[in-house]
């Protein structure tokens, strides 16, 4: 049988220092805590100061073999991270092994005076001494097949990276490999991390360039004085959120991430979301974060973004993320919600007197809604109460009702709007049951159903929406917005089909010559959006198909006047949205 011995530590200064001689005698184990000078290679250039991990080898004869580094299932770094068995030691016995262990084990607490801490669920008994060292002893038995991981498994191959360009710092920082060395074990200690070892030289005929290899992966620094500017790296496995550490580790190299550029990336087997793809892995612009909590149903977040790819370099933008999807942008969130408001608007007979909205929970739809002269009440059925808070303070475009003044009032101080914070599907299902007809239109400005598919089914169901016509007036109109449209290339039912049975729900519903597809290409979201329009009478299909002058005739005729500047829709837009794009032609 074959074994693996595992011993490495720090000293009370918080420097990793070898536990063991450089060469293992087969019947003798030795360890020994370091002292000031340990670490440091004999012949070594003053202006080269080492701290390494000894690489314990095991002697028997003329033939040697490397005791594996520090590494566990969690951590290992030669710009690597693995995830599997340890190098093991040949040609032991388990008696042996099992007494050098033991001798082993009294001589550290001998020397250190440790005491056992923990004993974790990998095997790992972790051993703390005074101050920040710590050593971990581990015999484990290896040799035949490989334990694959279960699912479930603690440890997965993922993890983020920062890398931080960092600009207009102090150059002779810069140049001080002493003190960018005690920054950054200070940084990384009171992040939580644990330093295994570190390699800093200063370079001729200037500049630092820094390595720590830390449990859980890696930092690595170089710097360029001359330019006032340095390149870090740091790299962890696992979960550990690398967001708050970023501003540390700005000012602990003299300046600030927004004088840098920057950008976080997940590795690994993360679910890259809207904010990751679009905000995090992003590194150029300046980008700031507003806003990051988690309410009581999800996590919602606001960034600026001084260059979000919406309308080109040096523009700015704040942007809604709820649960790390993109919502709105203030960039161009008016494309978006005048498609979903006033196609529908408009298409009514005789002008909507009282809508319903699901989900808008930034209040932007209730805006376009509000521009309306026969409006009279707006029903908002928002789950999360927060959503619209955290607008209010952070995103005042997306509710503000003064229509063009420089005055800000929100559309929630408007009386005809009526919040309701809950669950949609339940707050309609029983208004059907007690028979009320009372809305003209009804928007559903939720999440895409095939992005989100669990709420999508709930959201969207056949139930739900049986349950919205029911609450319609006669001559009712219901939209949905439906999500990413399909390409030519992926209009394919087998990656579409949860949006082709809904819309089959809506043609049952509606009919067949009363329903209507329409898309819209909305740059913050990368991509063409579909909406869903279902009309109880055939004049509001008639009305939808009207010509551009009718349309435009229209806005004039319904849109009080002080709001009648839309951005972006007008007769010859809705001429485009009468005709279903070629994707939707293949699908249905």
């Not at 011993?7 to 220092?17: E, L, N």
């Not at 038995?141 to 498994?153: C, D, H, M, N, V």
């Not at 805006?367 to 059925?381: A, I, M, N, Q």
């Not at 095939?450 to 169901?461: C, N, Q, T």
Request: with cysteine; net charge negative; proline share 4%.
């Amino acid at each position: 049988s074959q074994q693996r011995i595992r011993i490495f530590g720090s000293s009370d200064a918080g420097w990793p220092r070898p536990l063991a001689g450089r060469t293992w005698p087969l019947r003798r184990v030795s360890a020994m805590k370091g002292g000031p000078g340990a670490g440091t290679e004999s012949g070594g250039s003053a202006r080269h100061n080492r701290a390494s991990m000894a690489s314990p080898t095991f002697t028997k004869g003329s033939q040697e073999q490397e005791c594996c580094l520090p590494k566990t299932r969690r951590h290992s770094h030669l710009t690597y991270a693995a995830w599997g068995p340890s190098v093991s030691i040949n040609n032991i016995t388990r008696s042996r092994a099992l007494l050098w262990f033991i001798a082993g084990m009294l001589t550290a607490f001998a020397m250190t005076k440790l005491s056992f801490k923990e004993h974790d669920s990998e095997g790992m008994i972790a051993v703390d001494e005074p101050y920040r060292s710590r050593m971990y002893y581990n015999v484990g038995w290896q040799g035949g097949p490989i334990t694959l991981a279960k699912p479930g498994s603690r440890y997965k191959p993922q993890g983020q990276h920062i890398m931080l360009d960092v600009y207009e710092s102090d150059a002779e920082f810069l140049n001080d490999m002493e003190a960018m060395t005690r920054v950054s074990r200070e940084l990384l200690l009171d992040a939580g991390m644990h330093i295994l070892s570190s390699s800093s030289h200063q370079l001729a005929p200037q500049g630092v360039s820094i390595t720590f290899t830390i449990e859980e992966s890696h930092l690595t620094i170089h710097t360029w004085p001359e330019h006032r500017a340095a390149l870090i790296d740091l790299f962890t496995c696992g979960k550990t959120m690398l967001l708050p550490i970023l501003p540390k580790l700005a000012h602990a190299f003299h300046t600030t991430e927004y004088k840098s550029r920057w950008s976080i990336h997940f590795r690994g087997e993360n679910k890259v979301t809207d904010l990751q793809e679009n905000v995090l892995k992003n590194r150029w612009g300046a980008k700031e974060m507003l806003y990051s909590q988690e309410s009581d149903i999800q996590q919602i977040d606001v960034w600026r973004n001084q260059l979000d790819g919406v309308s080109g370099p040096g523009t700015e933008s704040i942007n809604l993320y709820l649960d790390g999807s993109l919502q709105s942008s203030t960039g161009d969130e008016h494309i978006y919600h005048e498609s979903l408001i006033h196609p529908a608007m408009l298409a009514h007979p005789t002008g909507a007197a009282n809508i319903a909205i699901v989900g808008g929970g930034d209040i932007a739809a209730t805006r376009e809604v509000l521009r309306h002269t026969s409006v009279e009440s707006v029903d908002l059925v928002e789950l999360d109460p927060a959503v619209s808070e955290v607008t209010k303070v952070y995103m005042r475009q997306l509710n503000n009702c003064t229509f063009g003044s420089e005055r800000y009032q929100s559309c929630l101080d408007d009386e005809r709007v009526h919040i309701h914070n809950t669950d949609a599907v339940k707050f309609f299902k029983d208004r059907c049951a007690a028979g009320e007809h009372k809305y003209d239109v009804m928007f559903m400005d939720l999440l895409d159903p095939e992005a989100h598919e669990a709420a999508g089914k709930y959201l969207y169901s056949k139930e739900h929406f049986e349950s919205l016509r029911c609450v319609l007036k006669d001559d009712g109109i219901l939209v949905a917005q439906i999500g990413d449209a399909p390409s030519p290339e992926t209009a394919k039912r087998e990656r579409l089909g949860s949006k082709v049975g809904l819309i089959k729900v809506v043609k049952d519903l509606f009919g067949a010559d009363s329903t209507f597809l329409y898309d819209v290409f909305v740059p913050s979201f990368r991509g063409e959006w579909s909406f869903l329009i279902g009309c109880r009478t055939t004049e509001c299909a008639e009305r939808f198909h009207a010509s551009t002058e009718a349309i435009d005739a229209t806005i004039t005729e319904r849109i009080r006047s002080s709001a009648r500047t839309l951005r972006f829709l007008d007769g010859a837009v809705m001429a485009n949205f009468q005709q279903p794009s070629i994707a939707w032609h293949t699908l249905l």
